[in-house]
């Protein structure tokens, strides 16, 4: 072997861990048949505690909870007779089939892009970074928008202005990715998991309901962290690394269509017409006690409960309205042809909800998730732990984070952590609603450095356009800080919004109380 011979470099650790991550995850069976094979094990494993006389008494309500066979004649028959009902039944199902049906038509019309765009476009050069990071963290409302719209614009915009591409790229990836749980609206992601807590908290409390607005202020609140935490993590971290490495290589731009910007802007202003319409409508019927929108008592507990049909109205006025200005929508049939294409996009997570609302009913049927919750308080009373609840909602934190490696569907590690997590917090006394909210903090924390999120692949070839020489290994290193920074900023907001006892949502407080 000649003296020249070019040794190859032995990974470092942190690639060797990433290769290892990813190798367990490449093995992974698809959510679908996770769920599959959580209902076999529940089936038998209630078998086994039943066939052993399983009991507990809940110290929540003082009743007997018994370990109850799903194998035994009775259940099987339950299961096949039920099984329409089990699915119909599924609380997020509803919330996420209206909410679909105006936010499909606005996506399809375009508005959600086009409101990312002319957002992005607007801004000044001092304030991009900020502007971009803020719409990505914002663009989780929109469905896939944000990483096929957004990322790209954010790096040619960067580029324009004599940045490095894949330091705008990076932060709008951030945003979009790492943002994730944060939001100034209600999102469809918030009543898929509001519907998966009221299981998970029946399974202790048969009466307590979990309202899609459980989270509303805290992440709303949780979204100028991530945003000027993204921003200075960009500009003071991610960018000088770039431009301290390989020359970008310069890439044209996508020819200016001047007609197409004057159809966007027009209906733009149409979907803002509509938009303020909506809201004005809202506040009309929400003016004075005893209207629709207010309780007789005064309390806007109507309104709040009203926000999937507000949103509803939200998506459809402003996406009727953009579509009509821009030519996207040209009669009622373009409408519902477009909604109706938007609720056909949601047939992957139909399947993958039917399998996940049978294993949340059999849990329930088997008393197997208040048996485990009911021994975990008692264990976790024992090691001292129920004096401190701050610490179990941060394990939270930890073991969402953890899971996000290699299942990349929040629902889909919701629906198996909910029905363990949430009961036993409720019986240490700890909000459902707060369990939910360090579930959500961790889950989205590491979504932009796991190599299994859906978008991974498509925001490395973005990048490989301006870096030929891109792997995942680069990808992940480019994007550590912004995980670490986010878990930092994240957790410990969450950590002082929890000790100071401030509202997750509208009337949510963060300590359960049993037959409050």
């Not at 032995?10 to 679908?32: F, H, Y």
């Not at 179990?392 to 984070?401: D, E, K, P, R, T």
């Not at 919004?497 to 049993?514: A, N």
Request: neutral net charge; glycine residues 10%.
């Amino acid at each position: 072997m000649s003296d020249t011979t070019i040794k190859s470099e032995k990974p470092s650790r942190l690639i060797r861990i990433l290769n290892g991550i990813e190798s367990v995850g490449n093995k992974l069976p698809d959510p679908v048949t996770l769920f599959i094979l959580s209902i076999l094990v529940v089936m038998v494993l209630s078998a086994i505690l039943a066939g052993q006389g399983t009991t507990a008494i809940n110290p929540a309500t003082g009743e007997k909870v018994t370990a109850i066979s799903l194998l035994d004649s009775a259940q099987i028959r339950r299961l096949l007779v039920e099984l329409p009902q089990i699915l119909t039944a599924f609380p997020p199902l509803g919330i996420v089939l209206v909410v679909i049906i105006g936010s499909g038509l606005a996506e399809r019309a375009g508005f959600f892009a086009a409101a990312m765009k002319g957002l992005v476009r607007a801004v000044p050069r001092p304030l991009m970074t900020l502007t971009i990071v803020f719409a990505g963290v914002q663009a989780n409302i929109a469905s896939d928008a944000g990483y096929v719209v957004l990322i790209p614009l954010a790096a040619v915009v960067f580029a324009s202005s004599g940045r490095h591409p894949v330091a705008g790229l990076s932060a709008a990836f951030a945003g979009v990715a790492g943002g994730f749980a944060a939001n100034f609206a209600i999102t469809p992601g918030d009543g898929i998991l509001s519907g998966m807590t009221q299981a998970a908290a029946q399974l202790i409390d048969k009466s307590y309901t979990v309202e899609i607005t459980a989270n509303w202020y805290f992440l709303a609140a949780l979204v100028p962290v991530y945003v000027i935490v993204g921003t200075l993590v960009c500009e003071r971290i991610v960018e000088p690394r770039l431009n301290a490495g390989p020359k970008w290589i310069p890439v044209a731009p996508p020819p200016i269509d001047l007609d197409q910007d004057r159809r966007e802007a027009r209906g733009l202003r149409l979907a803002g017409i509509g938009f303020l319409l909506v809201i004005a409508t809202v506040g009309f019927l929400a003016w004075s006690p005893g209207a629709p929108l207010r309780g007789d008592d005064g309390s806007f507990e109507p309104l709040f409960r009203s926000m999937v049909a507000i949103m509803f109205a939200v998506f459809l006025v402003c996406g009727i309205g953009y579509g009509v200005g821009a030519g996207t929508i040209k009669s009622d049939k373009d409408a519902v042809s477009l909604a109706a294409k938007g609720v056909g996009d949601l047939s992957p997570y139909l399947v993958l909800v039917f399998f996940a609302a049978v294993f949340v009913a059999l849990f329930g049927w088997s008393n197997i998730g208040g048996l485990l919750a009911i021994g975990g308080a008692e264990s976790l009373k024992g090691a001292g732990l129920d004096g401190a609840p701050v610490v179990l909602l941060f394990s939270v934190i930890l073991l969402a984070m953890m899971c996000d490696l290699l299942i990349g569907s929040a629902s889909a590690k919701w629906a198996i952590l909910s029905p363990i997590l949430v009961p036993m917090f409720m019986l240490l006394g700890i909000a459902p609603e707060a369990t939910q909210a360090a579930y959500r903090v961790g889950d989205s924390t590491t979504n932009m450095i796991t190599p299994f999120m859906s978008y991974f692949p498509l925001i490395l070839v973005m990048a490989r356009k301006y870096l030929p020489d891109y792997g995942i290994g680069s990808m992940i290193a480019l994007m550590l800080p912004y995980t670490v920074s986010f878990f930092l900023a994240s957790g410990a907001f969450f950590v002082g919004w929890y000790l100071l006892g401030l509202p997750f949502g509208p009337g949510v407080e963060s300590v359960y109380k049993p037959g409050a």
